[in-house]
């Protein structure tokens, strides 16, 4: 074992918070900070969020990455690893500054079909315009 290794290993233990975006799903949580590592699932952290919010476990829930005003939105699967995809976000966005770069992850409902349930979009715009009032007072 060289010293890159052990480096390497460190980073890979280290512990990430990701801010999930529940949406409709939990009324009234703008985001819901969950501990991860490198190699932490999807599927695990959605187990996490399932326990942390009380969310109902005989529902399906998929976790979803994107571009707030970019309208592309990537379903993760269930082994996929959110931190590793947070990492590739670009640096504005990692660190929560105001910019046009507004990456994050939400919380989506699966139906029985496959198909991603939305919600309202006026939830939507009303958790963006909450987040983004918290921003400007420093509580992001």
Not at 25 to 47: D, H, L, Q
Not at 64 to 71: C, D
Request: with cysteine; glycine share 8%.
């Amino acid at each position: 074992m060289n010293i890159n290794d052990g480096g390497r290993r460190r980073f890979e233990d280290n512990e990430h918070t990701l801010r999930i975006y529940p949406g409709a799903i939990s009324e009234g949580t703008i985001y819901c900070p969950i501990p991860a590592r490198k190699n932490s699932t999807a599927a695990e952290v959605i187990e996490s969020l399932i326990n942390k919010l009380h969310l109902d476990k005989t529902k399906c829930y998929v976790l979803a990455e994107v571009k707030e005003f970019g309208g592309e939105e990537w379903i993760l699967n269930p082994t996929d690893c959110p931190v590793q995809r947070m990492m590739l976000w670009p640096r504005m966005a990692l660190e929560n500054r105001l910019s046009g770069e507004d990456y994050r992850f939400l919380l989506r409902e699966k139906n029985l079909d496959g198909s991603i349930h939305y919600g309202s979009l006026q939830s939507w715009l009303r958790v963006t315009e909450e987040r983004r009032r918290m921003m400007e007072r420093g509580f992001l």
